[in-house]
C-alpha cells in the first residue's frame, strides 16, 4: 500500500493551523469531479450527503457496506487524498473500518461520539477515545497513517450545562488526541471568541464547518482553522440553485 501510504501522508500535511485545508464535502464520482476540477487538494465524503444521494437516512440510515460502495466510486474518479465520515462506526468493529477504508482507496475518517445505533446516546469521553485507539492501532497494523478527525457532537446536541461546554469538549478531545487522534472536529457553528479558544488550547488542527455560500474563508484562517469542509451545506446550497432553474420550467 506504499501509494496509499504516500497520499495519506500528503492528506495529513495539508492541515495548518491558520493556513487551513478547504475539503469539499462530497457524495459521489461528480461531485467529487466537480471539486477537484476546480482545483481542491483533498475531498471529504460526507455521510449526509450520501445517504441523501442513496435515498437513505442520515444517522446510519445507510450501511457501512452501501458506503463503501459510493468511496470506491469515489477514489476511482478522483486522484486526490479522500477522507471519509464514518458517521459512529456502524456497529463495525474498528480493525473492519479500517480495512474497508482501505480498501475503498480512502486515506482519512470522520469517528463520532453520538452512537445512532444505541438510540443517539453519546460515548463518554475515555469510550470515545478507546474507539480513537482501536482505529489508530488498526491502521497502524495495516502500515497506513489513516488520518482520523476525532468529532464530538456535545456542540451539537446542546448536551448539559452551556457554561462548561467548551471546557468538556476540550477535554473529551484531548483524550482522543491523546488515544491517536490527528485532526479535532468540534462540530458545530461557533462564534469566534469559541473557535480561537478552541483553535488555541486543543494540540492538534481543529476542524471547523462552513457554510459555502455566505462564510469568508480568511476568518477561519485568522481563528487558527485547520481544515474547513462543509458537511451538508454544498450539497444543500446546490439543491437551492436546482430548485430555481426548475421553478423557471413549471
Not at 16 to 26: C, F, I, K
Not at 52 to 74: C, H, K, P, Q, Y
Not at 82 to 98: F, M, T
Amino acid at each position: 500500500m506504499t501509494s496509499l501510504s504516500a497520499k495519506a501522508e500528503t492528506f495529513l500535511s495539508l492541515h495548518r493551523p491558520g493556513a487551513p485545508a478547504v475539503l469539499p464535502t462530497v457524495w459521489d464520482a461528480w461531485s467529487a469531479n466537480l471539486a477537484a476540477d476546480a482545483g481542491f487538494s483533498a475531498l471529504t465524503v460526507g455521510s449526509h450527503p450520501v445517504a441523501d444521494s442513496l435515498g437513505r437516512a442520515d444517522n446510519e440510515g445507510m450501511t457501512f457496506d452501501e458506503l463503501l460502495g459510493r468511496v470506491r466510486d469515489i477514489t476511482a474518479a478522483v486522484d486526490v487524498p479522500v477522507s471519509i465520515d464514518i458517521e459512529s462506526g456502524y456497529g463495525e468493529e474498528p480493525a473492519r473500518l479500517v480495512e474497508g477504508l482501505l480498501d475503498a482507496g480512502a486515506v482519512g475518517l470522520n469517528i463520532e461520539d453520538t452512537v445512532h445505533g444505541e438510540g443517539g446516546r453519546l460515548r463518554s469521553p475515555e469510550e470515545h477515545a478507546d474507539v480513537v485507539r482501536a482505529l489508530r492501532q488498526a491502521a497502524d497494523a495495516a502500515g497506513v497513517h489513516l488520518v482520523v478527525n476525532a468529532r464530538t457532537d456535545l456542540f451539537l446536541r446542546g448536551d448539559g450545562d452551556a457554561s462548561d461546554r467548551v471546557d468538556r469538549a476540550i477535554a473529551r478531545l484531548q483524550l482522543a488526541t491523546d488515544a491517536g487522534a490527528d485532526v479535532l472536529y468540534p462540530v458545530g457553528r461557533h462564534d469566534d471568541a469559541t473557535l480561537r479558544r478552541l483553535t488555541g488550547e486543543l494540540p492538534l488542527p481543529v476542524n471547523a464547518i462552513a457554510l459555502p455560500g455566505e462564510d469568508d474563508p480568511a476568518t477561519f484562517a485568522a481563528a487558527g482553522v485547520g481544515r474547513i469542509s462543509f458537511g451538508p451545506f454544498l450539497q444543500a446550497a446546490l439543491a437551492t440553485e436546482a430548485q430555481r432553474l426548475l421553478a423557471r420550467w413549471k
